[in-house]
């Protein structure tokens, strides 16, 4: 059995602002025994008799999928939501949707448009609310992001991840999972692309405490030099398609290739959270090419959410 944690339990996951370093380092090493277990096919029966209920407001493959199976795979059930087909689609509040779900659901995963609906249902509801994306913030997939490099590079404190591309919700999760973890971390994204500057004092005020460098600037090459990481992610997220002509003129030159890529170290990683565009934001020989291992990123994204659901819910 894995240990309790008492101290997570209840909790929700909005943003990683709200969590230590050595709690991020735990939600890492439950999530490497689960997958162990999950690989020897021991069973994990943690969440025997609970349900998740998960609110969907934008399309979702890892995520629905990895949560569903996640649940199951913990001896827990998963309801899909699609708000379309609830009352939240007509007009009923979050607010009073958080207190009925909290009445049937142990946990809620939403993912939505705006970070404060995701607050104001956590703010409502008596049961641990997780978000699986917003415009500002993607939790999931940083602590997903984070368990591969410390698999590939067997550490992160010290470590260079170079995020290449818009300054969108996974650049933000990016930005306070490496500072909370002692990553330095190098932004480059085109002028007035830049990531939030909320966010980015919160991660600045983070990685003074934990040693870590952060750069915000405009120029892709200076951020993929020396490299251990290179992220990027699409140039038009969900939400922003009628931006999408704009942008991919706007983003040409911050594509993540083979020449840009050079400059990183030899034995560098690369990670995108995917779905990709391949020919926009990233070429094909980069993210079907050795140092690629998008496909583990993905595989992570669930063992990751059953540590946490594991220790939350
Ligand atoms: N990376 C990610 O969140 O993928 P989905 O949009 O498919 O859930
Ligand atoms: N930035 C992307 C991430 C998708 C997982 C979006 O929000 O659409």
């Given at each position: 059995m894995l240990p309790l944690y008492d101290k997570f339990k209840g909790r929700d996951l909005l943003t990683l602002a709200d969590y230590t370093s050595e709690e991020i380092h735990t939600i890492l090493n439950v999530a490497l025994q689960l997958k162990e277990m999950h690989k020897k096919r021991i069973p994990t029966p943690y969440l025997q008799g609970k349900t998740l209920g998960?609110?969907?407001?934008?399309?979702?493959?890892?995520?629905?999928?990895?949560?569903?199976?996640?649940?199951?795979?913990?001896?827990?059930?998963?309801?899909?939501?699609?708000?379309?087909?609830?009352?939240?689609?007509?007009?009923?509040?979050?607010?009073?949707t958080a207190r009925v779900l909290s009445r049937f659901l142990d946990g809620i995963m939403i993912r939505t448009f705006k970070q404060s609906d995701v607050e104001e249902?956590?703010?409502h509801a008596d049961i641990p609310v997780i978000n699986g994306l917003t415009d500002l913030t993607h939790p999931c997939q940083a602590l997903a992001d984070l368990l591969t490099i410390m698999e590939y590079k067997k550490?992160?404190?010290?470590?260079?991840?170079?995020?290449?591309?818009?300054?969108?919700?996974?650049?933000?999760?990016?930005?306070i999972?490496?500072?909370?973890?002692?990553?330095?971390?190098?932004?480059?994204?085109?002028?007035?692309?830049?990531?939030?500057?909320?966010?980015?004092?919160?991660?600045?005020?983070?990685?003074?405490?934990?040693?870590?460098?952060?750069v915000i600037s405009n120029?892709?090459?200076?951020?993929?030099?020396?490299?251990?990481?290179?992220?990027?992610?699409?140039?038009?997220?969900?939400?922003?398609?009628?931006?999408?002509?704009?942008?991919?003129?706007?983003?040409?030159?911050?594509?993540?290739?083979s020449k840009l890529v050079s400059n990183a170290k030899p034995d560098f990683i690369f990670l995108h959270c995917l779905p990709a565009h391949?020919?926009?934001?990233v070429t094909s020989d980069v993210i079907d090419g050795v140092?690629?291992?998008?496909?583990?990123e993905a595989e992570n994204r669930l063992h990751v959410q059953k540590a946490v659901l594991a220790l939350l819910l």
């Open positions: 998960m609110i969907f407001q934008k399309a979702s493959t890892r995520t629905r999928v990895s949560f569903e199976v996640g649940m199951y795979q913990l001896g827990g059930q998963a309801l899909l939501l699609s708000s379309n087909d609830m009352q939240l689609g007509r007009g009923e509040t979050i607010a009073d249902m956590a703010e550490k992160l404190k010290g470590l260079k991840l170079a995020y290449i591309g818009d300054g969108n919700n996974i650049a933000h999760s990016l930005l999972a490496s500072s909370k973890v002692g990553m330095n971390i190098s932004v480059a994204t085109p002028k007035g692309y830049e990531p939030d500057q909320t966010i980015t004092m919160i991660a600045k005020d983070e990685a003074d405490r934990n040693d870590a460098d952060i120029d892709p090459f200076d951020a993929v030099k020396d490299a251990d990481v290179v992220v990027t992610d699409v140039w038009a997220s969900m939400g922003q398609e009628s931006e999408a002509e704009d942008r991919a003129k706007a983003f040409k030159d911050y594509q993540v290739n391949r020919g926009e934001e140092h690629s291992v998008v496909w583990d």
